[in-house]
């Protein structure tokens, strides 16, 4: 089923979901069956895979050059996705980048989602690499996460890059964006960001995950800015609890998002480790609560591997 579709059965009652990571190189499905397992009590009607750009090293050879060797850090996306479909019978919804993909790429990607019966998609960009100072779309690939949206809506039609595909089904994808409550990071301005967030969903996109935030006035703004600029599909907010010393500079760092001054002075003023743990579960707990209350369709947990966490704080909200 398609995830704008759990939203309209769900008549206004907001539904649960939970995103994973791919294990890294050499891990196995099981540490995925590890994260879920605990949170599968919740029922979430579906469950998001990340995708994980492939990133570089250098390896040093015998000649004493170095050698650039790609590596896929964390692989198998779609392989996960119909691996959870099948163990938990629950709708799976991979992440799509634009970086390190061709356009032929994509489609190739989507026909295999297609022929697992996997139709719901998260529609992104993906970020810079590490030693890039901007995002660098692969050659004959797309610049910005709306071209994707704009092909899978092209094959939704029939329509396929391939021409030897000669009346090609057409596929029915459920299509999720990216949106962020603080702006993202590269938008000259909030307005400006949103403009461009408008033009995915005319685009055809059907929903909006939000970047995680940690004062939910961020989500009620963006909410409202949304509205306002004639932007009417659901939007479902993105929850990680803040449990450790270290995140308190890499969350920010990474993710650009702001932590108020409050979640901070409680996280860096708790005296033992389970104390930080104990505050963070309370707030991320008390933000899905008002979150709830307030009628957000789906509250969108990033587990990060860290499912008890999580667990705790659902627990108290469902
Ligand atoms: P875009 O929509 O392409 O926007 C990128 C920037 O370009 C924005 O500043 C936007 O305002 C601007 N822009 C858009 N269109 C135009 C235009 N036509 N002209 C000029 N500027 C424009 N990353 C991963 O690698 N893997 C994941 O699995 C993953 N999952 C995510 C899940 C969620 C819910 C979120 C919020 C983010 C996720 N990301 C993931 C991170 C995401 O890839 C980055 O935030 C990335 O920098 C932007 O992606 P986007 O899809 O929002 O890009």
Request: glycine share 8%.
């Amino acid at each position: 089923m398609k995830v704008t579709e759990y939203f309209e059965k769900a008549n206004g009652q907001t539904l649960i979901s939970f995103e994973v990571l791919p294990p890294l190189k050499g891990g196995s499905m099981q540490t995925i069956f590890d994260t879920l397992d605990p949170l599968m009590e919740f029922k979430p009607p579906f469950i998001d895979v990340t995708y994980h750009r492939e990133e570089f090293i250098y390896k040093k050879r015998e000649s004493g050059y170095y050698e650039k060797t790609a590596i896929r850090k964390r692989p198998g996306t779609v392989g996960i996705c119909a691996a959870i479909m099948h163990r938990y019978g629950v709708d799976a919804v991979p992440h799509l980048i634009c970086g390190g993909f061709t356009q032929e790429d994509t489609e190739n990607v989507l026909i295999d989602l297609n022929f697992l019966n996997i139709n719901n998609v998260l529609a992104l960009r993906g970020d810079a690499r590490k030693f890039e100072a901007r995002f660098v779309p692969e050659e004959g690939g797309y610049e910005y996460a709306i071209d994707m949206v704009r092909q899978i809506g092209e094959m939704n039609k029939g329509k396929y890059l391939d021409t030897n595909i000669e009346n090609g089904v057409k596929t029915d994808f459920c299509v999720g964006i990216a949106g962020y409550p603080e702006k993202h990071f590269e938008s000259p301005n909030f307005e400006l960001d949103l403009v461009h967030t408008k033009a995915k969903i005319e685009a055809g996109a059907n929903y909006i995950v939000t970047q995680m935030f940690f004062d939910n006035k961020h989500y009620f703004n963006y909410v409202k800015a949304c509205r306002e600029a004639g932007i009417n599909v659901p939007i479902v907010p993105g929850l990680k609890p803040v449990t450790k010393l270290y995140q308190l500079n890499s969350l920010p760092r990474m993710f650009h998002v702001d932590l108020p001054s409050e979640l901070v002075r409680e996280v860096s003023n708790a005296k033992t480790a389970e104390a930080r743990l104990q505050a963070g579960i309370e707030w991320c707990a008390a933000q899905s609560k008002e979150l709830k209350e307030a009628g957000a369709p789906c509250l969108h947990y990033y587990t990060m591997g860290d499912s008890e966490t999580i667990r705790a704080v659902v627990e108290q909200v469902y």
